[in-house]
């Protein structure tokens, strides 16, 4: 056998072996229900998780979530989305492949289900890297509806336009679910301003910067979800238009 014709078997080899891997990954993404031994299911929301938890609690998180989910108009009222919370590493590399690291993934359109790393179920609370919970106001109820949001927001445009939002639109309109919708715009313009460390991204990790924006056309310039998503606004004239339009307090 010539050397060419053995590198073409050995190229051809490790294509099927990356498209069966693919395939397998894409697999337990899309139905990732054995590898998490509990779950509670209330009304359209279902909760599995690696760790007990209390039915109890779960089912009140869910209705929480629910009522975030609920408030925006993106929401479809329809089909069900599937929360995993991913506590064991392994199981967290597994599911959250190249994000590991953040707080929470979605991979849609291959699937609905939405991924959260390590929580306290029963406290409602996500936990950080350290093992301590993240403070609220982001609760996993948060987490949880902003990663849900994500997956609304592909469902309205496709997957293809989700793709290519502007980021402060993408993430701003997930954390403004995430929130329900609950901002204070002025306070948040006014730390803007005055340069709050949480209003910077790469400094804080947050979507806070985002949020306001999204709120501002939303709330303030009344814009329609539709208008905001098909607008494609650089974030810099974004920013430019909500500065303008909120004048500072004397």
């Given at each position: ?26 697999a337990v993404l899309a139905y ?176 806070a910067r985002y949020r306001l ?38």
């Open positions: 056998m010539t050397l060419s014709r053995t590198l073409l078997r050995l190229a051809l080899g490790a294509t099927l072996t990356g498209a069966t891997l693919a395939t397998s990954v894409a990732p229900q054995p590898l998490f031994a509990y779950r509670v299911v209330h009304g359209r929301l279902a909760l599995y998780s690696d760790r007990p938890f209390d039915p109890g609690k779960a089912a009140l998180l869910l209705a929480d979530v629910d009522r975030r989910i609920a408030m925006s108009p993106l929401d479809r009222h329809d089909g069900t989305h599937r929360i995993f919370v991913a506590n064991a590493p392994w199981r967290t590399r597994l599911t959250f492949l190249w994000n590991y690291g953040a707080g929470g993934v979605n991979f849609h359109p291959l699937t609905r289900n939405v991924f959260i790393r390590g929580s306290d179920i029963d406290h409602d609370r996500m936990m950080t890297s350290l093992g301590t919970p993240v403070p609220p106001p982001r609760t996993l109820a948060y987490f949880a509806a902003h990663e849900i949001g994500h997956s609304l927001i592909s469902e309205r445009i496709g997957a293809m336009a989700n793709r290519r939002l502007p980021r402060w639109i993408r993430e701003g309109l997930a954390d403004y679910i995430g929130f329900a919708g609950d901002v204070d715009v002025q306070d948040v313009a006014r730390k803007l301003r005055a340069g709050d460390p949480e209003l910077d991204p790469a400094r804080s990790g947050l979507y924006l999204v709120a501002f056309f939303l709330a303030h310039e009344g814009w329609s979800i539709d208008r905001l998503l098909a607008s494609r606004l650089p974030q810099a004239e974004a920013e430019q238009k909500l500065l303008a339009g909120m004048p500072q307090a004397r």
